[in-house]
T-cell receptor
Framework: KQEVTQIPAALSVPEGENLVLNCSFTDSAIYNLQWFRQDPGKGLTSLLLIQSSQREQTSGRLNASLDKSSGRSTLYIAASQPGDSATYLCAVGGFKTIFGAGTRLFVKA | DTAVSQTPKYLVTQMGNDKSIKCEQNLGHDTMYWYKQDSKKFLKIMFSYNNKELIINETVPNRFSPKSPDKAHLNLHINSLELGDSAVYFC?????????????FGSGTQLSVL
């Protein structure tokens, strides 16, 4: 049974810092891994999707990596801004897409 | 244009009532899902339909019954609502089962059972 863990559960950083969010999963037989952003009271917005055959994906200040053999993914956010404050969720795609509990990020101005 | 739309956004009701949540996607996707997000913000899959066929049915009370009249719609009917059903319910869709297909989410329905 796939289990997805995200560390840390919460993170507070000053504006401008680079930061890394971590996601680990127990079953390496995955189709893909997707990172989402969720703002309070809102739905989920897809940030990046890494296919199982890929190692990383980049979009603007975001870079996500995938290491299937070790069951890990990281989301790197460069030069964080207050507008980045949200909950970040990783989701491991297989027959079912399984979500981690998320990392709540707060970027202080 | 909203890609995945759910109605209603908020639903407040009494225990024992029956209610429905509707979901529509205009992306031409084949697969649709219902997820439940509990008070701890943990998202759990409930159901998945592919081209109107049920393909995932998690351990969900049979008071919950999904219905897909066509592949663009997936509704969720809940009978005899209980306090523990209070949560945010999200509809999602994806094109199919390929490795490069993103999940797209609706904005959620916040259900409060009193």
């Amino acid at each position: 049974k796939q289990e997805v863990t995200q560390i840390p559960a919460a993170l507070s950083v000053p504006e401008g810092e680079n930061l890394v969010l971590n996601c680990s999963f127990t079953d390496s037989a995955i189709y893909n891994l997707q990172w989402f952003r969720q703002d309070p009271g809102k739905g989920l917005t897809s940030l990046l999707l890494i296919q199982s055959s890929q190692r990383e994906q980049t979009s603007g200040r975001l870079n996500a990596s995938l290491d299937k053999s070790s069951g890990r993914s990281t989301l790197y956010i460069a030069a964080s801004q207050p507008g980045d404050s949200a909950t970040y969720l990783c989701a491991v795609g297989g027959f079912k897409t399984i979500f981690g509990a998320g990392t709540r990020l707060f970027v202080k101005a | 244009d909203t890609a995945v739309s759910q109605t209603p956004k908020y639903l407040v009701t009494q225990m024992g009532n029956d209610k429905s949540i509707k979901c529509e996607q205009n992306l031409g996707h084949d697969t649709m899902y219902w997820y439940k997000q509990d008070s701890k913000k943990f998202l759990k899959i409930m159901f998945s339909y592919n081209n109107k066929e049920l393909i995932i049915n998690e351990t969900v009370p049979n008071r919950f019954s999904p219905k897909s009249p066509d592949k663009a719609h997936l509704n969720l009917h809940i009978n005899s609502l209980e306090l523990g059903d209070s949560a945010v319910y999200f509809c999602a869709s994806r094109a199919g089962g390929g490795t490069n297909e993103k999940l797209f989410f609706g904005s959620g329905t916040q259900l409060s059972v009193l």
